[in-house]
């Protein structure tokens, strides 16, 4: 081998441990560290997570998975989950980049969960309630047909048993790969919290980062107290949807939970750290006897 070639080989051998170098301190900061997406601060994840995941700067509530808020929420020890393993079907054999089935699979090995929502009985502060969490990293929380099959028989169950029932949304809306089957779940859905009023029962909806489409359409926006988590972006259409179709821009806090309030589309907004307090107060005062 020339010493011209020799060179060149060291050269890019250097170059090669440089740039394996450079992956492995970015999984490194990528485990200690977290990116808040609203004041661009570097937070230690450790403190984020102590401070329930909400940035301690900005107070920007980050997004966090469905057993993350059960566990925030229900006393420990109490929740017994409700429905699960129930699977859906592809009726249509639907396939944009990739089947339908596909998909399903990559997000059950994704979240750890076997759909887009989690369903039980639990308690808030010895209170029992029925409680359903959507989780958006599971196919951004898309409402297909069992996402509304399972909403709808927490709610049976809660009209069986005289519970309230807390709803926590946090979807992209409808889930197009089920095309009229998810769209049909928008009605059951809205069926089944008319039974509730029927029976009184109180039914509480939290509208959570993000929340559109067919899920703010029917079950999101049917409670009886409507309560927003601080920051969140809550509407049906998207803002860019939105701006091209009537060719004016919005404002900048447009559709977003304080925005909502403003206008009088929800009741109140809460921060984390106080949600579960909140929510025992209101069960509290519609329960008593």
Request: glycine fraction near 6%; charge should be neutral.
């Amino acid at each position: 081998m020339s010493l011209t070639a020799w060179f060149n080989k060291r050269k890019e051998e250097q170059k090669q441990a440089l740039r394996e170098n450079e992956v492995n301190i970015d999984d490194s900061i990528g485990k200690l560290w977290s990116l808040c997406y609203n004041c661009n601060s570097q937070l230690p994840k450790k403190d984020l997570e102590n401070n329930l995941m909400v940035c301690p700067n900005c107070d920007y509530h980050f997004r966090i998975s469905a057993r993350e808020r059960i566990k925030l929420i229900i006393d420990e020890g109490t929740f017994e989950e409700k429905f699960q393993n129930i699977y859906g079907v592809d009726p249509l054999n639907f396939v944009d980049t990739k089947p339908y089935s596909k998909r399903q699979e990559e997000a059950r090995q994704k979240t750890g969960l076997d759909e887009a929502v989690i369903t039980g009985i639990g308690n808030i502060d010895n209170q029992k309630v029925a409680i359903a969490v959507m989780d958006f990293e599971y196919m951004g929380g898309s409402m297909g047909s069992v996402v509304g099959e399972k909403v709808t028989r927490i709610m049976e169950l809660a009209l069986k048993e005289k519970i309230p029932v807390i709803v926590f949304t946090a979807s992209g809306g409808a889930r197009m790969q089920e095309s009229a089957l998810s769209l049909m779940q928008m009605a059951k859905t809205s069926c089944a919290v008319a039974k509730l009023n029927e029976a009184k029962i109180l039914y509480i909806t939290v509208l959570c980062e993000p929340t559109f489409g067919g899920v703010t359409a029917s079950f999101g926006t049917l409670g009886d107290i409507m309560i927003a988590e601080k920051g969140a972006r809550i509407g049906f259409a998207g803002r860019r949807v939105i701006e091209q179709t009537i060719k004016q821009k919005l404002p900048p806090d447009f559709q977003t939970a304080e925005y909502l309030l403003k206008y009088g589309q929800i009741d109140f907004i809460t921060e984390r750290k106080e949600m579960k307090e909140k929510l025992s107060k209101l069960i509290s005062m519609h329960t008593l006897k």
